[in-house]
């Protein structure tokens, strides 16, 4: 069964979008014979037989397609992911919020908000969010990146000034939380945490209620290439967003999601793109009668070692259950192509309890089988490491669940 977002009589009216999109796609020589003529856009199941684009199509299109807007100035952004080369993604000025903020209203002209997403450097979120509060009309802090060393600084001056919203990916969150919680800072005018870009953390939302217990979360989904799907507000679960109407979002028989933009003004030819994210279509507890995006994870975090396939999200999510574990993170390291060492970074929760790292890496060697196949021989090549800081990207402050290396 074809499962959409929106119904046959909602997305008929939208579908001249989709239409041209295909079009665009056939005029590009590398992916032309990928659409044949029988294929087409004219309904929901005509447009479900269509295959659907990976990053590197996308890619392949843009480079040869070379979008501008109309009416305004184009932005040209990474979408290359956490630790990816940056490949380019194109948005007009306004990034779309204009339709956002038509349905999803978390400020309004009483906030001051922070915008903590990193600036510049092709990341599209600090000036999305930007746009967001322009919007909304509130007063906006545009802080970007913070040094380590400045945490408590900032956080001293954001609660003088009774900052009132803050916004950034769950893992520049955490940093701003977990200093505040650490250092004893509380922020009790915060009401609203908007967030983008990666899954919501239950450690965030534990340290959120000792330092501000009156924030609640705005979650929106997306990416560079489809830029917002989806938004959610505090009477929804973390992971489900309800899709905006210009967004048509697919869930297939193997529970991956697509998405086919239907708005006009979109340059990105996005025509059942896929971002690599499980799902489903559901209802949502807050009560709104259409259906819902719930995002399961990604299905691409299985990565080869050794010709084994290791789940990375799997091994991480045994290790953050450990006592004293705030956040894990995988390092592989590579030489010629070939997977050297495995290592595991756990970050403690600074709560007093330190991880017994020895015992973890016995446990999840002994109870993973890619592990301990494929370092049946040479053991030592994966280990357990307590860090400080996670390994994050400098341009985006995002946190992979996985980090490549290449050694020579």
């Not at 992911?81 to 204009?98: E, L, R």
Request: aromatic letters at 8%; one cysteine or more.
């Amino acid at each position: 069964m074809t499962v959409f977002s929106l119904s046959p009589e909602a997305a008929a009216p939208r579908l001249s979008v989709a239409r041209r999109t295909l079009e665009r796609l056939r005029t590009v020589p590398a992916l032309a014979a990928r659409y044949p003529d029988h294929l087409g856009a004219e309904s929901l199941d005509r447009l479900a037989e269509l295959p659907p684009l990976a990053k590197n199509d996308l890619n392949t299109a843009l480079a040869h397609l070379e979008p501008a807007a109309e009416r305004s100035a184009t932005w040209l952004f990474q979408s290359g992911g956490s630790t990816g080369a940056p490949k380019v993604g194109y948005a007009p000025t306004g990034f779309y919020m204009t339709g956002v903020h038509a349905h999803w209203q978390p400020l309004d002209r009483t906030d001051l908000f922070v915008n903590a997403w990193g600036a510049g450097r092709m990341w599209g979120a600090h000036f999305l969010a930007a746009a967001l509060a322009d919007l909304s009309g509130c007063r906006i802090i545009a802080l970007g990146s913070v040094a380590k060393e400045e945490y408590g600084d900032w956080l001293g001056f954001l609660g003088a000034r009774r900052a009132t919203a803050i916004g950034g990916t769950p893992s520049v969150l955490r940093l701003w939380f977990a200093h505040a919680r650490a250092a004893g800072i509380e922020l009790p005018s915060l009401r609203k945490v908007l967030w983008l870009g990666e899954a919501w953390q239950a450690q965030l939302e534990e340290d959120l209620a000792v330092v501000a217990p009156q924030a609640r979360r705005w979650g929106m989904f997306g990416s560079t290439e489809t830029w917002v799907v989806g938004t959610n507000t505090p009477h929804c679960p973390a992971d489900v967003f309800h899709p905006l109407p210009d967004q048509l979002v697919h869930a297939d028989a193997d529970g991956l999601l697509d998405f086919t933009t239907l708005n006009p003004e979109m340059l990105n030819p996005v025509l059942r793109y896929r971002t690599g994210d499980a799902g489903e279509l559901a209802r949502c507890r807050c009560g709104r009668p259409e259906p819902a995006m719930r995002v399961l994870g990604r299905r691409d975090s299985v990565v080869q070692v050794r010709g084994l396939g290791l789940d990375v999200d799997e091994l991480i999510a045994r290790a953050e259950r450990e006592p004293g574990v705030a956040r894990a993170q995988v390092v592989l390291t590579e030489q010629g192509g070939r997977a050297a060492t495995v290592e595991l970074l756990v970050l403690s929760t600074g709560a007093g309890t330190a991880p017994d790292v020895e015992r973890l890496r016995k446990e999840l060697f002994t109870a993973t089988f890619t592990l301990s196949t494929a370092f049946q021989h040479d053991p030592g090549s994966f280990r357990v490491r307590p860090v400080d800081e996670l390994v994050s990207n400098g341009r985006t402050g995002k946190t992979a669940a996985l980090v490549r290396r290449e050694e020579s």
